[in-house]
């Protein structure tokens, strides 16, 4: 089993970056997809990027071109890159790692909030 731990959350102005942690501790996460997910006020919570064991990535897209999701299996850990971030972009971000009919684990989320 695998237990997440979000970081990197943030206040940053409109235009700004942040960069998103998930680290992992546990047995699975090398051959686990992980993805980042976010969740705004009244809303659904949605994906925003995935990353397969072999580095495989998937994005939204309303992440294309300012994200980057990558993941180092060595110390355990995935990061989003979140570039040119806009007032939208404001929500809680999770990370979950899944591996079909064995793991399905999330993090506790860290807020990013961007201002106009």
């Known amino acids: 089993q695998v237990q997440l731990v979000e970081s990197g959350g943030g206040m940053v102005q409109a235009g700004g970056s942040l960069r998103l942690s998930c680290a992992a501790s546990?047995?699975?996460?090398?051959?686990?997809?992980v993805g980042w997910y976010r969740q705004a006020p009244g809303k659904q919570r949605e994906l925003v990027a995935t990353i397969a064991p072999i580095g495989y990535t998937i994005y939204a897209d309303s992440a294309k071109g300012r994200f980057t999701i990558t993941r180092d299996n060595a110390k355990n850990i995935v990061y989003l890159q979140m570039n040119s971030l806009k007032p939208e972009d404001t929500a809680v971000y999770y990370c979950?790692?899944?591996?079909?009919?064995?793991?399905?684990?999330w993090g506790q989320g860290t807020l990013v909030t961007v201002s106009p």
């Open positions: 546990g047995i699975g996460f090398g051959i686990s997809t």
């Open positions: 979950n790692a899944r591996l079909r009919g064995s793991l399905d684990a």
